[in-house]
């Protein structure tokens, strides 16, 4: 809140992609190699996107985990 920016929710889209030739070499992997594409915006409470990105992760080793409800964040890890 120091600069007076309200987080409302933020946006995910999930996709099944494959290692282009600059992320093959990034990550290490061969061109073609299945990959989990993740794009996402934070939204403020009048609605404009204050933060967006995309990140991609190699499909064999991948967990994802979200709050729907940041206020309600401190819930256990599932795994235990």
Known sequence: RRHQVV???TDYEFQAGA???ELAGVLGLSVGFPLLIVRYSVIDSD???IIAGRTAARADR???AFCGH???HA???LDG
């Open 7 to 9: 987080m409302h929710h």
């Open 19 to 21: 290692a282009s030739e």
């Open 47 to 49: 609605g404009i996107a």
């Open 62 to 64: 991948f967990t994802y």
């Open 70 to 72: 940041p206020e309600s």
């Open 75 to 77: 819930s256990p890890r």
